[in-house]
C-alpha cells in the first residue's frame, strides 16, 4: 500500500505541475487575469498532501492549506514512510487543519515531522466537532471558519491580513489553535 500511495502522490504533484504550466498559456483575456505570482492551493485527505508536497517540489505555490491529510505513506504509528515534505518541511505559509481528537503536530507523526523541520509562517488548527470528512464541503465550512480563500490566501497572497489567524479570536469560537 505505501508504494501505491507514493506512486498516486507523485502523479497528483505531477498533475499539479502540469497545470500550473498551463496558466500562463491559458488564451489572450484569461492569462491577463492571473497573476502567476499569487498562486496558492488547498486539498483535503489526499489532496491535502498533494498540496504540501506540491508546494515542496514547485516554488510557484506560494501558499498551502491540508485539511485533514497525512503527509506520510502508511499510517503506522512510528512515521517511518515520511514524504519529502515532512522529511523538510517548508519555508512558505501552510496551513493545517485536523479534526478534533487527532490530526494535529502533537499526535500525527508526519505533522510533528512537518512542523519541526517547516521554517516558513504556519499555523496548526482544529475546528471543535470536526471529523476527517468535515473539510470535504468547502463552500459551507470555510465561510464558517472564516478561513481558506479569506483570511489565509488574503494575508498570504493580497498582503490583506486581518489578523484572524494571529491567535484565538472571538470570532471563531469553534476553532482552537494548536500551534
Known amino acids: 500500500m505505501p508504494a501505491l500511495l507514493e506512486k498516486t502522490l507523485r502523479v497528483r504533484v505531477a498533475d499539479t505541475r502540469c497545470v500550473v504550466d498551463q496558466l500562463g498559456a491559458l488564451p489572450h483575456g484569461l492569462s491577463d ?3 502567476l505570482r ?8 489526499a489532496g491535502g498532501f498533494t498540496a504540501a508536497q506540491s508546494m515542496y517540489e514547485d516554488r510557484r505555490i506560494r501558499v498551502g492549506i491540508d485539511l485533514g491529510g497525512t503527509l506520510e505513506f502508511n499510517q ?26 487527532s490530526d494535529n503536530a502533537g499526535t500525527e507523526p508526519s505533522w510533528a515531522a512537518f512542523w519541526s523541520h517547516s521554517t516558513g509562517w504556519r499555523r496548526d488548527l482544529t475546528l471543535r466537532g470536526s471529523r476527517h470528512q468535515t473539510y470535504t464541503d468547502l463552500a459551507v465550512v470555510m465561510p464558517q471558519t472564516g478561513l481558506g480563500h479569506t483570511s489565509f490566501f488574503d494575508r498570504w497572497l493580497r ?20 500551534e
Request: charged share 25%; no cysteine.
Open 76 to 101: 503506522e504509528p512510528n512515521g517511518t514512510n515520511l514524504s519529502p515534505v515532512a522529511r523538510h518541511g517548508l519555508d512558505r505559509p501552510f496551513l493545517l487543519m485536523g479534526r478534533e481528537g
Open 33 to 35: 487575469v492571473l497573476d
Open 159 to 178: 498582503g490583506h491580513d486581518d489578523h484572524l489567524l494571529d491567535g484565538p479570536s472571538p470570532r471563531l469560537p469553534d476553532v482552537s489553535f494548536v
Open 38 to 45: 499569487r498562486i496558492g492551493m488547498a486539498g483535503q485527505s
